[in-house]
């Protein structure tokens, strides 16, 4: 396959070849490697770039299509979503894929997916988008095969709640999900239109009927699903393909399988069987394998049987598949206690990964992985406790085993294969003096994770079976199976000593007590398992759910009711099962709700209102242009960093493997080829700069040490993976690793005096004032990765006379072209960088993109060749060192009543290797931790330099942290004054006056301090008094969930910062606008293009009404708009409006003597004539800007309040939001509706 061919000719494929359609397009490939995936054909080999790179593991959906396979037998086709990072190519042969410029386009028209998207503002940044529409198309295209009835015109089959969860386990970074809930929720037959949320489509109170006809129609004609003529034949025989130096064989009966197992094949250590390849997500296996076994075209392996004892269920079928079996039981005879036990299973099963993963992950694989590699496996738990037996054979003996067995054995050999599973049918049995009849069957199944709906693997996962019957005194446990899971064992465990110990007893408080203690015992994660304490304290929390209503139907039965006992009360044991499943979601309900109420005028028309964000629509077809869709020029190489793995090491050498796979190297760059004139810079920011390369010294964990580059990004992944890096750390000194061994070898950036924030009043005095105090009390903040969508990403490209053109995904384009031609010694005027839009930013691609767009300018400049990266997720991850961790110790003096009189702090913040920007963090610290008036406030902050990576800016750096501080200062008052913390706060909020002390000119006119008006309202507005009532009530009455309500103020301190702007009007009356700022998903083009269409309209002529949609912000170029400065801090769309607002002002201006000269001549002239003739009479139509802020009008604070109703599970501290209510002061919104983005 060649890098940038599409297609091969017929004649050369032959019959071995891969065919498949994209979008209706024949795909016919005879040579490629056969561990190619989906998303890579795609992205490095197609147009359709749609289809984005996010994590590269099933984690996020960035990278979903709609597959669609063909049944000849049936003559149906199925559709359903699959993640293209881990599909391999190979295995598509015969299938039809739909990516989302496939549905609609701008050329040809949006789908209404993607208008509805667009419309509901459902994107920011946009990375995600395609990847949610083709999630909720494959949801739509599945919901219209089925026999429901016709839905009313303009709606589909899919129910609200189907709606909502197509996109369960597609990740957004920047968007609130209620948006995006809503886009799909409108297709819903039973949706209620009320229900919806802002849009551009209707007006609050709008009739019904007059909602229905605005919005995009969607009529299921089966346009894009239809499935393509030239591959029915295909689907009739897999083929098994015969590529050049490898193969992907389908064999298709058990035989043929044995006899490739059985061949010399198996001992090529390149041989991989597969299935959905979805394991590769976990396991992230770098090698390439170059022959594979598809398992999928076995009959064994594929069917499902179902008869009285069970269900058996071939090792290749999907998860997905399995819980429809599952949950379709009911077609025969199972008994009750069976059907709900297969139920369960398949409730849990949905909590695995996500559809897309489901889809094509298949039950055998999942088991294998268990086996093979111990995987924290779900599928394993739950099966174990039900007591399935599985099938495998190896060579030609074939043998059923139960799956305890099957896991406890050595890991499977590579001829052994799974062939399937049976899912026994149970029944109560009861015990040997007491008959079934009068016993019960439970079975409840439980996993806590970081999500608890999926995407997530567990901390610990448990399943427990247990045969109970009721007697007089209570419930006899006559036989139980209690499984756990996923908690650092090899695989999952059955309990024994705890099922020996609770079988043929009455459950009483005190069995219920020694079982728990014995599961302590039982349940022990190995050493080295992270989070053991908590693993083992949920698997006590599960049991205790699991036994704990039982005790009830006990104690009423001691309580003297023993007559009437009768199977009721063990069905009220049951019912509390449900009741009390206090970790499992109540997923059937509806995740998101939301309401928002806006006032938008028509005073600055368009400015203020609510417009649709600028390129939704091409962001959700995926024609929107990112810097790794750019096509690559040719001879253009790839390049990937090789990192440090040691803080503090001499670099010896860098030795990459020399086997034939990285034949495709072509260079490893490292700060050697820096040519003479330039420096070793990576990065700069006002406080310093950081190297591109470590020269001979490594100073951290994830410096980078070189850059290999090969001819592609594969290429270049495997070498970095595999470059052995020679490091020496004879007679250095040792690292410093934490904050204390800094303090201790006074390792310190400085803060420069100027930006070190002042102390108020006199500590000693305020402390002196008090009625209690709390001395040295700690809070320890960790840090936080970045997760934006897009990762690190540029491409370089060599231009004459030594210049470069460097497309950056980068938040700041103009500091990266000062560091490239710093790097490589030549003029600025020699380097140009482009940036259109980012994936995503959130502070990450400040700094950090800055060594990234350089290494790849380095290397291009030497290799006289175009280079791109697009990094990893783990290298970006270890690169971008994320989150300032801190430590802050306090002591604070208040009054009997709350009031605070002094608070002192002492932070130390672990800024990693280089200052970065975190000479910032005290500023921005106490900026947000003034928000109360401490009385008296004084503060000792040190930023530590250690030798780890450098921390940077992330989503309000220092902000959060100074809040979260704030916060936890006021609770440990309240709590040692056993206050209500809500009056704690209310009592410490500031006055106008206070607050100038503490702010100064900040704080600007008294009018403005809206914080306290706010307060009031939101405690008014969400209820605040009666919902604590609420809470208290709920608290008493639940024993095990507890709910908590707070309200929370914040004040934010903006910096207005000079910003550049360019306007130029064409011919047509269409503009073009170029600013400083970058959009990065924060609605910057959109107020940018209103800001234009409003200040050009006052040149007061006819045709200027929608001069908004004639206009266009254009990519940012360093050498054409120079001085762009950076985008962060909240404030980019604002001096960016305002550098265009002047910009407009001089064109109009220019515009008005010939405006008053046509309408004297002619009448009324409109826009489309006013600019022609400027053109014809020379009238320069481009203006510049730069927009310097007034210094009084620099800095100004920012208002805003929350109440959080939070619930949280004691037992397993799973935890919820029950509501949130926001309100934001954000003065007169230039669009409402980006900024309630910004929000939710
Ligand atoms: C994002 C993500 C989240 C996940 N979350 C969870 C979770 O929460 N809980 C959970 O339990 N699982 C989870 N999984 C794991 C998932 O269930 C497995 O990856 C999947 O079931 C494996 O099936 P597959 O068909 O893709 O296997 P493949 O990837 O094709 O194969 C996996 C391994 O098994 C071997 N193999 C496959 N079938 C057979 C067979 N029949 N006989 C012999 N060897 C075989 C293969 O050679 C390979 O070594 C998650 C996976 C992903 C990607
Ligand atoms: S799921 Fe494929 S890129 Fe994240
Ligand atoms: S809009 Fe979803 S990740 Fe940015």
Redesign the pocket.
């Known amino acids: 396959m060649e890098e940038n061919g599409t297609k091969c000719p017929p004649s050369e494929a032959g019959n071995g070849s891969l065919v498949f359609a994209v979008n209706g397009e024949k795909f016919e490939l005879a040579t490629l490697d056969p561990s190619t995936t989906l998303l890579q054909f795609f992205r490095y080999h197609t147009r359709f770039k749609s289809v984005k790179l996010g994590c590269g ?3 996020c959906g960035a990278c979903v299509v709609m597959l669609s396979k063909y049944n000849p037998e049936l003559d149906q086709v199925e559709d359903f979503s699959v993640s293209s990072c ?1 599909t391999l190519l190979c295995s598509v042969n015969g299938c039809s894929i739909t990516t989302s410029e496939g549905l609609g386009n701008s050329k040809d028209g949006f789908h209404p997916i993607h208008q509805r998207f667009a419309g509901f503002h459902a994107s920011q940044c946009g990375y995600c988008t395609p990847g949610m529409c083709m999630s909720f198309f494959s949801a739509l295209a599945k919901a219209e095969k089925t026999n429901r009835p016709e839905p009313p015109p303009g709606f589909s089959k899919l129910t609200v709640s189907e709606a909502e969860k197509a996109i369960a386990g597609n990740l957004c970074r920047c968007t609130g999900y209620r948006p995006i809930a809503d886009a799909c929720k409108s297709f819903a037959a039973d949706v209620d239109l009320e229900d919806l949320g802002l849009n551009s489509f209707w007006r609050k109170g709008e009739p019904k009927e007059v909602k229905l006809s605005r919005l995009p129609l969607y009529t299921p004609d089966g346009r894009f699903s239809r499935f393509p003529e030239f591959l029915k034949g295909r689907s009739k025989s897999p083929k098994s393909l015969h590529l050049e130096n490898s193969s992907w064989y389908t064999p298709t009966t058990l035989e043929e399988l044995r006899s490739l197992l059985n061949s010399n094949l198996i001992e090529n250590d390149k041989l ?11 396991y992230k296996e770098l090698d390439n394998y170059d022959r594979y076994i598809d ?1 999928r075209y076995l009959s064994e ?1 594929q069917t499902i049987r179902r008869n009285h004892h069970g269900i058996e269920i071939g ?2 079928v999907t ?1 997905s598949k399995v819980i429809a079996c599952l949950k379709d039981a009911d077609t025969l005879n199972y008994s009750t206690d069976g059907k709900q036990v297969f139920e369960k299973l398949a409730n849990h099963m949905e909590k ?2 996500s559809g897309f ?1 489901r889809n ?3 039950i ?3 088991l ?2 268990a086996q093979r590699k111990s995987f924290p ?3 394993a738990t739950i099966l174990l406790a039900v007591g399935s037996i599985v099938s495998i054979t190896t060579g030609h003996k074939h043998e059923s085993i139960t799956l305890e067995e099957f896991l406890t054995r050595p890991p499977m050999d590579s001829r ?3 062939l399937s599973v049976q899912i026994p049918h149970l029944e109560p049995k009861g015990n040997g003096n007491n008959s079934g009849s009068n016993s019960k069957l439970v079975f409840e199944t439980y996993r806590a994770a970081p999500r608890p709906l999926g ?1 997530a ?2 901390y610990l996962n448990a399943a427990f079976l247990a045969d109970v019957s009721h007697q007089v005194s209570g419930v006899l446990v006559n036989n139980i199976q209690l499984v756990f899971g996923a908690y650092g064992t090899k695989h999952a465990t059955r309990a024994r000593k705890v099922e020996e110990y609770l079988s043929g007893r009455m459950l009483s408080a005190s069995v219920l007590y020694e079982a728990v203690k014995l599961v302590k015992v039982d349940v022990m994660p190995a050493v080295g398992t992270s989070h053991a304490a908590y693993r083992t304290s949920l698997a006590i929390g599960f049991l205790f759910q699991f036994l704990s209503p039982f005790l009830r139907v006990g104690s009423v039965a001691c309580g003297g009711l023993s007559n009437g006992l009768t199977g009721d009360l063990l069905k009220d044991s049951l019912e509390n099962h449900r009741d009390t499943s206090l970790c499992q979601w109540e997923y059937s309900k509806l995740l998101l709700s939301a309401k928002q109420e806006l006032k938008s005028s028509k005073e600055y028309h368009p400015v203020g209102e609510p417009i649709t964000k600028s390129g939704a629509a091409i962001q959700a077809s995926g024609e929107a242009v990112y810097v790794d869709d750019i096509p690559s020029p040719p001879n253009c190489l790839h390049g990937a960093f090789i990192y440090s793995t040691k803080p503090l090491a001499r670099v010896k050498g860098v030795d990459l493997e020399s086997n034939n796979q990285l034949s495709g190297v072509a260079a490893l760059i490292s700060y050697k080829d820096i040519p003479e004139q330039g420096e070793n810079v990576g990065s700069k920011a006002m406080f310093g700069s950081e190297p591109l390369f470590a020269d001979d010294l490594t100073r951290c964990a994830g410096q980078q040490i070189a850059f290999v580059v090969a001819n592609t990004q594969k290429f270049a992944d495997i070498a970095a993976n595999s470059a052995l890096v020679k490091y020496d750390t004879a007679n250095l000194d040792p690292p410093i690793l934490t904050i204390e061994e800094a303090v201790e070898r006074s390792s310190f950036f400085q803060v420069p005096p100027f930006l070190y924030p002042k102390q108020v009043g006199d500590f000693s005095k305020g402390m002196a004032e008090a009625d209690h105090k709390i001395l040295s009390a700690e809070i320890k903040l960790p840090s936080q990765y970045y997760f934006y969508m897009e990762t690190q990403t540029a491409l370089a490209v060599p231009d004459e006379d030594n210049c470069m053109v460097v497309y950056s995904s980068i938040q700041c384009p103009e500091l990266t072209h000062s560091v490239i031609a710093t790097c490589l010694g030549v003029p600025e005027h020699n380097i140009r960088v482009i940036t259109r839009r980012v994936g995503g930013g959130f502070g990450g691609k400040a700094i950090k993109a800055m060594p990234v767009a350089t290494a790849c300018a380095l290397a291009a400049h030497k290799l006289r060749r175009p280079v791109r990266t697009y990094l990893n997720r783990k290298t970006d991850t270890i690169l971008s060192g994320g989150r300032h961790p801190m430590k802050i110790t306090y002591s604070v003096g208040f009054k009997s009543n709350g009031k605070v009189t002094a608070l002192h702090l002492d932070i130390l913040i672990n800024a990693g290797i280089s200052a970065d920007i975190s000479p910032l963090m005290p500023a921005n610290i106490i900026g947000a931790l003034k928000k109360y008036n401490w009385g008296a406030l004084s503060f000792d902050i040190k930023v530590c330099k250690t030798n780890h990576s450098s921390k940077s800016a992330m989503r309000a750096p220092g902000d959060a942290q100074g809040s979260f501080i704030a916060e936890a200062v006021i609770e440990h008052v309240a709590s040692i004054l056993s206050m209500e913390v809500d009056s704690v706060r209310n009592l410490n909020l500031h006055t106008f006056q206070t607050l100038n002390v503490f702010y100064g000119e900040s704080a600007g006119e008294a009018l403005e301090y809206t914080l306290t008006d706010m307060w009031e309202k939101l405690g008014a507005s969400s209820c605040l008094l009666q919902r604590k009532e609420m809470i208290e009530q709920f608290n008493q009455i639940n024993k095990w969930k507890k709910r908590g309500i707070s309200r929370v103020p914040i004040i934010y301190e903006v910096t207005l910062r000079p910003t550049p702007g360019k306007v130029s009007i064409l011919s047509d009356g269409s503009i073009v606008v170029e600013v400083g700022g970058i959009e990065i998903g924060q609605g910057l083009w959109t107020k940018v293009k209103q800001m234009t269409a409003f200040a050009l309209s006052s040149i007061g002529c006819s045709g200027t009404e929608n001069l908004v949609e004639k206009v266009r912000v254009v990519q940012a170029d360093t050498l054409s708009l120079v001085q762009g400065g950076f985008t962060a801090g909240s404030t980019t769309s604002e001096s960016s409006c305002e550098a265009v607002r002047l910009c407009c002002n001089v064109l109009v201006e220019r515009l008005a003597p010939l405006k008053s000269k046509l309408e004297e001549q002619v009448g009324p002239v409109n826009w489309d004539v006013l600019i022609l003739q400027a053109h014809y009479q020379s009238v320069n139509l481009a203006a510049n800007s730069y927009y310097v802020p007034d210094s009084s009008f620099m800095r100004y604070l920012n208002y805003g309040v929350a109440v959080s109703e939070v619930e949280i599970n004691i037992l397993t501290g799973e935890a919820k939001i029950v509501q949130a209510d926001i309100l934001y002061d954000s003065g007169q919104s230039m669009n409402p509706a980006v900024d309630l983005g910004q929000a939710n």
Do not use: F, Q, W
């Not at 991989?272 to 976990?282: A, I, K």
């Open positions: 593991e099933g984690g881990l991989r069987l597969v299935v959905g390849n979805t394991g590769m997500g976990y398992l392996l090792a290749a998860i695995i990964a993963i094509s992950a298949s055998g694989g999942n294998v992985m496996s779900d599928i052994s294969v799974l995407n693997l567990p």
